[in-house]
């Protein structure tokens, strides 16, 4: 455009010569000499024109030809003679086609690098954001006692070979790193130390023995903070303040924070050990900020059950620990006082919605219907968020819809999302996730919500709750709502399909009272016993028909024992929940099994069923897979995604994009089965990203058990997504058995 604009504006010499032979034909009217010299001085400009531009375009050819060759000149010079190391190379290749000295110098090569790959000179360089379009390496490289940040680019080859050249540019920044890394290992880290069971270990002590478990408490924490140069102060008698750098928090990391394990040692006469639980607080921008962290930190631990330690920063939460088994640690004063906050809510309130997690179960039903039973006390509406289709609840709530009293009590989340006002609450039951609640619109939308759960505290949780009644000691959020009816209600206010619904969510949970029970257990049921339910009923709710006793009986045929004491059933068609429940719960029945695990296909999702008698954490594997639950009984689902073969085991991507590949194919011809082993508790996380990869972090695996499955499969064109999230494997070996890397295990049954 600007081109045709500076030609346009540029006079034109042929018209200006035609103008001038037109004047001289036109002098010839008047007089020939004039004419016959007008023509001669045309010609003579004419020729003086051409003459000039001629000269003219010699001279611009000239300079050209000068420039372009200072140009080679310079660029070859700067080439070769740049401050900075070169590598050209071909990226589909990685061969190697120039370097500069300075990249010789590196590489410690005194001659030029031909034939040579580059991952050969930097194993760790990894060139795919060339290809990606980007023009700087996303991570720094390291490079011999070295760190660079790398920039490139790609240009289209010329010649028979055609492809790609990257040029790349390699900046030392090793003294900034240093500095950087100083400067991040410096920063303060606090922590808060509790005692979990002060009250239970100093109990029916002496004072000389009271003292000597402090001593020996006090004496294990300062050999474990030794070294570190960190104050530890205790602030009460059962809480500590530690505040060190963060270089030293890496050191308590890799040690799996052996502190845990070591305060186990410390007994009282009774034989009852210490637990401590360590909520870690890093990244806060002023001491107030760490400290809230801390105090985030150290809630999570206990809502998580106590024994383990947890790191809060500035997005989320990490999980080391957690061997111990709950204990019942309630007190009825917490269940009176969260009674009257609860009934004051209820009062307070136009109308009250409830709901539980995505496919409640009879807990989850069970404790909506208490809650409804307290709404009916106060005299509030109440309405159950009811989903559509079958859930594994639905028998206890065709009981109760031919109840006049629950008809037009069930909304679809929708229908509650147009019928709440400013003054409605919202009570969440058995669960304290947001993401996993039935309407999370609803949730959002209203400003009153209320929590009553027993689940142990995930990395998200419902955050801004006017009442969180959350106790994690607890068999089961029915046991809760129960404790809470009684200081509410009288017996005869409940009617009988509603005490068994109760009653059901707590055999459930219990495995009919054989699991997670306590004293206040046998209370609730007792309670929902003089109330009117019927043990019997209970019973029948829980009855399978003939084609769902057979389905259940064919996965347990179909299990497969693993290091003889779990087993694993892959289901290949989808089959009801339930009955994938009861068989996961059947096959503890079976001597010598303490864990099982059922798998099968609903839709493009696999579910997951885990339970256990105790000694595996199932909550902490399945909580891996984006799950949940309890010590003994949980859940999890991922995305199907298409087999690959052994070359596509990446952990490039964030947790439910990726696949695991590994032993992919030979496992899917097999129709086998894919374990994924845990050794020596901590790792860098199946499904997450690494502490410092920028990701959600959760380091947790299984409690009391040195080697636990974490569990795939591999079937056709089945694979669970969130399983693929490791590491590349280079230079792994094969066991006769399966695929070892890194210590996991890929297992093939």
């Not at 890799?254 to 845990?260: A, E, P, R, T, V």
């Not at 058995?430 to 939308?445: G, I, Y």
Request: proline share 3%; glycine share 10%; aromatic share 8%.
């Amino acid at each position: 455009m600007n081109r045709k604009m500076t030609q346009m504006l540029q006079p034109s010499f042929q018209l200006y010569f035609v103008c001038l032979i037109l004047f001289a034909a036109a002098s010839a009217f008047f007089s020939m000499y004039l004419a016959a010299a007008e023509a001669v001085v045309v010609v003579l400009l004419g020729l003086y024109y051409r003459e000039n531009s001629r000269r003219r375009r010699r001279e611009i050819a000239k300079y050209i030809e000068n420039v372009t060759g200072n140009m080679d000149v310079a660029t070859k010079d700067t080439m070769v003679n740049s401050p900075l190391p070169m590598v050209i190379f071909r990226p589909e290749s990685d061969d190697i086609i120039w370097t500069n000295d300075r990249f010789l110098h590196l590489a410690g090569e005194k001659e030029h690098l031909f034939d040579a790959k580059l991952s050969s000179v930097i194993p760790d360089f990894d060139t795919r954001w060339l290809m990606e379009g980007k023009n700087e390496c996303p991570t720094e490289v390291t490079f011999g006692p070295r760190r660079f940040l790398v920039y490139g680019h790609l240009v289209r080859a010329s010649g028979r070979e055609g492809g790609f050249l990257a040029t790349t540019y390699w900046v030392d920044v090793t003294e900034f790193c240093q500095v950087r890394d100083q400067f991040r290992g410096s920063r303060p880290v606090m922590a808060v130390l509790l005692l979990d069971n002060y009250e239970d270990l100093m109990k029916n002590q002496t004072e000389n023995q009271r003292s000597t478990i402090y001593a020996e408490v006090n004496a294990r924490l300062d050999a474990w903070v030794a070294g570190t140069g960190g104050m530890l102060r205790r602030m009460e008698r059962d809480r500590y303040l530690l505040l060190f750098e963060e270089q030293y928090l890496s050191r308590f990391v890799d040690q799996k924070f052996d502190i845990l394990d070591t305060i186990h040692q410390v007994v009282n006469s009774n034989g009852l050990a210490a637990t401590l639980s360590i909520g870690i607080g890093k990244d806060g921008g002023s001491f107030q900020e760490l400290m809230q962290y801390a105090n985030l930190s150290i809630e999570m631990a206990l809502s998580r059950g106590g024994d383990q330690a947890v790191i809060r920063n500035k997005f989320t939460f990490e999980f080391y620990g957690g061997h111990s088994t709950e204990t019942e640690k309630r007190t009825k004063v917490k269940s009176r006082v969260m009674a009257n906050a609860l009934s004051a809510l209820v009062s307070d309130s136009s109308k009250l919605f409830i709901m539980g997690h995505k496919m409640p179960d009879m807990d989850a039903t069970g404790a909506a219907v208490g809650v409804c039973a307290i709404a009916r006390k106060k005299g509030v509406p109440a309405y159950i968020i009811r989903e559509g289709g079958t859930n594994p609840s639905k028998p206890i709530l065709d009981k109760l819809d031919q109840l006049p009293e629950y008809r037009g009590n069930f909304l679809s989340a929708q229908e509650a999302l147009v019928a709440a006002d400013s003054r409605s609450l919202v009570v969440v039951v058995d669960t304290n996730r947001p993401e996993q609640v039935q309407a999370q619109e609803l949730l959002e939308s209203c400003n009153r919500v209320a929590v009553i759960d027993h689940h142990r505290r995930a990395a998200t949780y419902i955050e801004g709750a006017a009442l969180n009644y959350h106790e994690p000691y607890a068999s089961s959020a029915s046991e809760l709502v129960t404790e809470l009816l009684q200081y509410i209600a009288d017996p005869t206010d409940l009617m009988r399909a509603e005490a068994e619904a109760l009653l059901a969510g707590i055999v459930l949970d219990t495995k009919n009272f054989t699991m997670r029970t306590g004293g206040r257990t046998f209370e609730a049921a007792a309670f929902l016993r003089r109330s009117g339910a019927d043990t019997g009923e209970v019973k029948r709710l829980f009855q399978n028909d003939l084609s769902g006793t057979i389905a259940k009986y064919d996965i347990i045929q179909n299990a497969k024992l693993y290091r003889d004491h779990i087993a694993i059933a892959v289901v290949d068609h989808t089959v009801g929940r339930v009955t994938a429940a009861q068989a996961a719960d059947e096959l503890l029945n079976i001597v010598g099994i303490s864990t099982s695990f059922v798998l099968f296909p609903d839709g493009e999702q696999i579910i997951i069923s885990g339970r256990s008698m105790g000694d595996t954490n199932v909550q902490v594997i399945l909580e891996q897979l984006g799950g949940g639950g309890n010590a003994a009984a949980a859940g999890g689902q991922g995305q199907r995604h298409p087999v690959q073969g052994p070359e596509e085991v990446d952990g490039g991507g964030s947790a439910g994009s990726q696949h695991l590949g590994g032993a992919g194919h030979a496992g899917a011809e097999l129709g086998g089965i894919l374990t994924l082993e845990l050794h020596g508790g901590q790792t860098n996380g199946i499904g997450r990203r690494d502490p410092d990869g920028g990701g959600a972090a959760d380091h947790q695996t299984a409690d009391g058990v040195g080697h636990l499955p974490i569990i795939g499969v591999v079937l056709p064109d089945l694979l669970h997504g969130k399983l693929g999230l490791i590491k590349q494997c280079k230079g792994i070996s094969l066991p006769a058995n399966g695929i070892h890397y890194n210590g996991l295990l890929f297992f093939i049954q």
